[in-house]
Nanobody, 125 residues
Framework: QVQLVESGGGLVQAGGSLRLSCAAS????????MGWFRQAPGKEREFVAT????????LYADSVKGRFTISKDNAKNTVYLQMNSLKPEDTAVYYC??????????????????WGQGTQVTVSS
């Protein structure tokens, strides 16, 4: 089992920045990656970014590339999402997630079994 706790959401004006954190506990050594997803009202949950625990390779959704940066602290079992140049369309509940086993495509929601409770990010125009 892996437990995930997000923090760092809030209200920010367009163009501003926020940093989200996701603290993982439990069998994190088997999770391969940690990902961030988001879900806006009335929309499907969508992939934002993911990072490999080993090596640090990362992937981003096109919509956030160049504005968001995912990073990790292996010693703290914590993953971060630095969000810059925020736009109103970034408003959503942001979730961190971890897989239970290996998948070939970690940009897909089905690859993740463990989810945090979510943290609200609201960007005002």
């Amino acid at each position: 089992q892996v437990q995930l706790v997000e923090s760092g959401g809030g209200l920010v004006q367009a163009g501003g920045s926020l940093r989200l954190s996701c603290a993982a506990s439990g069998r994190t050594f088997s999770s391969y990656v940690m990902g961030w997803f988001r879900q806006a009202p009335g929309k499907e949950r969508e992939f934002v970014a993911t990072i490999w625990w080993s090596g640090g390779k990362s992937l981003y959704a096109d919509s956030v590339k160049g504005r968001f940066t995912i990073s990790k602290d292996n010693a703290k079992n914590t993953v971060y999402l630095q969000m810059n140049s925020l736009k109103p369309e970034d408003t959503a509940v942001y979730y961190c997630a971890a897989p239970r086993k290996w998948y070939s495509d970690y940009t897909q929601r089905y690859a993740y079994e463990y989810w945090g409770q979510g943290t609200q990010v609201t960007v005002s125009s």
